[in-house]
């Protein structure tokens, strides 16, 4: 089983930035594949990034630029940076995870973590 941990998200101004984390437990098996979705408003869930434990890494083209993932691999901890932010970035954020080594294909979600960007 997978635990996963989100947190960092909240209110920020148009040309902000923010910082979400997300922890990862298992009891199983290694945690290869990590990432991170975004649910806009009436919208559906959609990837923002993503990396494996080797550090091959996507970031969606909507957010290139602006948004940058990062791993520690000792921690299982995912770090999602988040500069520029602009009020279609708001929404929420969801942390998932793999045994695998995918950048898309997820079989463990968090709770998710609310992003509002607004002035």
């Known amino acids: 089983q997978v635990q996963l941990v989100e947190s960092g998200g909240g209110l920020v101004q148009p040309g902000g930035s923010l910082t979400l984390s997300c922890a990862a437990s298992?009891?199983?098996?290694?945690?290869?594949?990590m990432g991170w979705y975004h649910q806009a408003p009436g919208k559906e869930r959609a990837l923002v990034a993503a990396?494996?434990?080797?550090?091959?890494?996507t970031v969606a083209d909507s957010v290139k630029g602006r948004f940058s993932i990062t791993r520690d691999n000792a921690k299982n901890t995912i770090t999602l940076q988040m500069n520029t932010l602009k009020p279609d970035d708001t929404g929420v954020y969801y942390c998932?995870?793999?045994?695998?080594?995918?950048?898309?294909?997820?079989?463990?979600w968090g709770q998710g973590t609310q992003v509002t960007v607004s002035s």
């Open positions: 998932a995870a793999s045994y695998d080594y995918t950048l898309s294909n997820f079989d463990f």
């Open positions: 298992t009891t199983r098996f290694a945690i290869n594949g």
């Open positions: 990396i494996t434990s080797g550090g091959t890494s």
